[in-house]
């Protein structure tokens, strides 16, 4: 199939380790976020979203952190599985828009 | 689960060729996106429709790139004459609100331009 980011950021960790994902977006006037995970040959698929009124907000397995002082976001995957590894996509949106951008993707490895 | 369908999956196409991809949304959803995405990038808007109205094509090249979606359903994007510089993976999502959790992809057409 084909591969989704040849030359982006890799992360590569062991099975069961965190993982931590980092982002930074580019508009202040964001107010919503969304990680996605994109697997080889296949669309973005949606993992978890905060808005910008929280800073933190956790799914199964997976937290999102946000530091709208330094436009920054984060993703941490706990017990990191083989199945995580994957192409990682922060997006930003502006309420009213409709339009999300994406940062640019991380590639995560995870090694049994 | 309900998903967005996109077909063909893959398109190799000559250069100065016409491609068409098409798209059809989760049943329900007002709101489609075409996106492009180039190997090693994330996706970037194309073009978006509420209904059957563009709300934004301000990233769609214009001269060779045309959107429609008629009914207000399903969507056809197409390129003439292609490019080798539009070899990339062309995404379809809908929205019913416009926002993440809500904002499903399809599994894209990737179109190889020789």
Redesign the interface.
């Known amino acids: 199939g084909e591969s989704v980011g040849l030359h982006l950021p890799t992360l590569s960790v062991q099975e069961g380790d965190n993982s931590i994902i980092n982002c930074a977006y580019s508009n202040s006037a964001s107010d919503y976020f969304i990680w996605y995970k994109q697997e080889s040959g296949k669309g973005p698929q949606f993992i978890i979203d905060i808005r910008s009124n929280m800073d933190k907000r956790q799914g199964q397995r997976v937290t999102v952190l946000l530091n709208k002082t330094v436009k920054h976001l984060s993703l941490q995957i706990a017990a990191t599985q083989p199945g995580d590894s994957a192409v990682y996509f922060c997006a930003e949106l502006r309420t009213g828009f409709q339009k999300l951008v994406f940062g640019t993707g991380t590639r995560l490895l995870v090694s049994p | 689960e309900a998903e967005?369908a996109q077909s063909p999956r893959y398109k190799i196409t000559e250069k100065s060729q016409a491609v068409a991809f098409w798209c059809d949304p989760i049943s329900g959803h007002a709101?489609l996106?075409w996106y492009r995405?180039i190997?090693?990038?994330?996706?970037?808007?194309l073009v978006?429709f509420q209904d059957e109205s563009v709300?934004?094509d301000s990233q769609l090249p214009k001269d060779r790139f045309s959107a429609e979606r008629l009914k207000g359903v399903d969507s056809t994007l197409k390129i003439q004459p292609a490019e080798l510089g539009d070899s990339a993976?062309y995404?379809c999502?809908s929205?019913s609100r416009?926002?993440?959790?809500g904002?499903?992809?399809?599994?894209?057409t990737?179109l190889t331009v020789v």
Do not use: C, H, K
């Open positions: 967005v709101t996106y995405q190997l090693g990038q994330g996706p970037e808007l978006q709300v934004d993976m995404l999502a929205s416009g926002l993440g959790g904002y499903t992809f399809g599994s894209g990737r």
